[in-house]
């Protein structure tokens, strides 16, 4: 999850246009319906699902999930995802949901299928995240089927006072003390971290430590689902409770995300392999060249002439490398580029090893 401006993209007009049939907006329909007669049954919005607006959400993320960064546009078709749900709030029997913000652009987000809808997934289980590897064919060594995804939770912080009422303005909003990231309002690296390391390598996600020692924390698999114990073991172990309930609900480290953003890592460690190999390579040329012109200088002219060949001749290979170390640096920044998949692994993994 990367930190995403929402203003470079304007709110689609069809979230607040009229329907030409009666000449009410979505909201003033969604309003007579919840305060009217019928307003147990429920109320079909149609707006959000709009092209106009599936189009700007992708412009916004790139084409990606606004969790895990996984690009859904060539695998699956996007769920519109609703921050606040819109229908019914998991664990409040008694919220109605927070259908006044059903077509606000500020509540919508992309989400892919396995981070919106409840599913079963191969979790990590572990206190630590060291202890957590993948084996040889792909699975996790220490995991349990959990039911991870958003679908209607949002849980707030103990203080939080929920918003049941419209209009839900954004100090009512900030008042509730969301634990779930939205990367549009939150910064994901205050809350989230990646432990990169090249002997460990698995991309594991975990809730950031809040103490100036820094370091991560893998919520308890145990606690699935139950916000309030994700939060007391947080706050126990002194970590971002957003960031710890972000990664359980979510399912930010169900395996096929975790297989993927592995992937990325390996990626990188091969370009900085060949990257490594490329330089040393150039290096080692560019000494024989060296020793080869000073030779020159001390040999016959018929002599020099040959040597000048070889000369010629590894100069043009020190280019050849000198423009395949440039594409790997290219790659490099590809692959941190708000549009790549997981830039957010790869941002971590680049501050690791190649700060500077």
């Given at each position: 999850?990367?930190?995403v401006?929402?203003?470079?993209?304007?709110?689609?007009?069809?979230?607040?246009?009229?329907?030409?049939?009666?000449?009410?907006?979505?909201?003033?329909?969604?309003?007579?319906?919840?305060?009217?007669?019928?307003?147990?049954k429920?109320?079909?919005?149609?707006?959000?699902?709009?092209?106009?607006v599936?189009?700007?959400?992708?412009?916004?993320?790139?084409?990606k999930?606004?969790?895990?960064?996984?690009s859904?546009?060539?695998?699956?078709?996007?769920?519109?995802?609703?921050?606040?749900?819109?229908?019914?709030?998991?664990?409040d029997?008694?919220?109605?949901?927070?259908?006044?913000?059903?077509?606000?652009?500020?509540?919508?987000?992309?989400?892919?299928i396995?981070?919106n809808?409840?599913?079963n997934?191969?979790?990590?289980?572990?206190d630590?995240?060291?202890?957590?590897?993948?084996?040889?064919?792909?699975?996790?060594?220490?995991?349990k089927?959990?039911?991870?995804?958003?679908a209607?939770?949002?849980?707030?912080?103990d203080?939080?006072?929920?918003?049941?009422?419209?209009p839900?303005?954004?100090?009512?909003?900030?008042?509730?003390?969301?634990?779930?990231?939205?990367?549009?309002r939150?910064?994901?690296?205050?809350?989230?971290?990646?432990?990169?390391?090249r002997?460990?390598?698995?991309?594991?996600?975990?809730?950031?430590?809040?103490?100036?020692?820094?370091?991560?924390?893998?919520?308890?698999?145990?606690?699935?689902?139950?916000a309030?114990?994700?939060?007391?073991?947080?706050?126990?172990?002194?970590?971002?409770?957003?960031?710890?309930?972000s990664i359980?609900?979510?399912?930010?480290?169900r395996?096929?995300?975790?297989?993927?953003?592995?992937?990325?890592?390996?990626?990188?460690?091969?370009l900085?392999?060949?990257?490594i190999?490329l330089?040393?390579?150039?290096?080692?040329?560019?000494?024989?060249?060296?020793?080869l012109?000073?030779?020159?200088?001390?040999?016959?002219?018929?002599a020099?002439?040959?040597?000048?060949?070889?000369?010629?001749?590894?100069?043009?290979i020190?280019?050849?490398?000198?423009?395949?170390?440039?594409?790997?640096?290219?790659?490099?920044?590809?692959?941190?580029?708000?549009k790549?998949p997981?830039?957010?692994v790869?941002?971590?993994?680049?501050?690791?090893?190649?700060?500077?």
């Amino acid at each position: 999850m990367i930190r995403v401006d929402r203003s470079k993209v304007p709110p689609p007009a069809v979230l607040s246009e009229p329907f030409k049939s009666d000449g009410k907006t979505e909201l003033e329909r969604a309003s007579e319906h919840m305060n009217g007669p019928d307003k147990d049954k429920t109320f079909e919005f149609s707006r959000y699902k709009s092209a106009e607006v599936k189009e700007a959400l992708e412009k916004l993320f790139h084409g990606k999930c606004a969790y895990c960064e996984s690009s859904y546009s060539s695998i699956q078709p996007v769920d519109v995802e609703h921050f606040r749900p819109k229908g019914k709030v998991e664990g409040d029997d008694v919220h109605p949901g927070y259908w006044w913000l059903a077509m606000e652009w500020t509540n919508l987000l992309p989400s892919c299928i396995d981070c919106n809808r409840r599913r079963n997934q191969r979790t990590p289980k572990a206190d630590r995240l060291d202890l957590v590897k993948l084996t040889r064919d792909g699975d996790l060594n220490r995991a349990k089927q959990l039911a991870t995804g958003k679908a209607c939770a949002f849980p707030l912080a103990d203080d939080g006072v929920r918003c049941a009422l419209p209009p839900g303005t954004e100090p009512e909003l900030i008042a509730e003390k969301a634990l779930l990231l939205d990367p549009t309002r939150d910064n994901p690296e205050d809350h989230l971290v990646f432990v990169v390391s090249r002997e460990h390598q698995i991309s594991l996600v975990g809730a950031k430590m809040q103490s100036a020692a820094g370091g991560a924390f893998l919520p308890p698999a145990d606690a699935a689902g139950e916000a309030d114990a994700i939060r007391d073991a947080a706050n126990k172990a002194e970590v971002s409770a957003k960031g710890a309930i972000s990664i359980q609900v979510y399912g930010l480290n169900r395996l096929g995300l975790v297989q993927a953003r592995t992937r990325v890592l390996r990626d990188l460690e091969l370009l900085l392999e060949i990257s490594i190999g490329l330089t040393e390579l150039s290096l080692e040329i560019a000494e024989r060249n060296k020793a080869l012109t000073k030779k020159k200088k001390s040999v016959s002219a018929m002599a020099g002439r040959d040597l000048q060949v070889q000369i010629d001749f590894n100069a043009a290979i020190q280019r050849k490398i000198l423009f395949y170390t440039n594409e790997v640096k290219t790659r490099f920044s590809e692959m941190i580029d708000p549009k790549a998949p997981y830039a957010a692994v790869s941002r971590a993994w680049v501050r690791a090893y190649l700060a500077d």
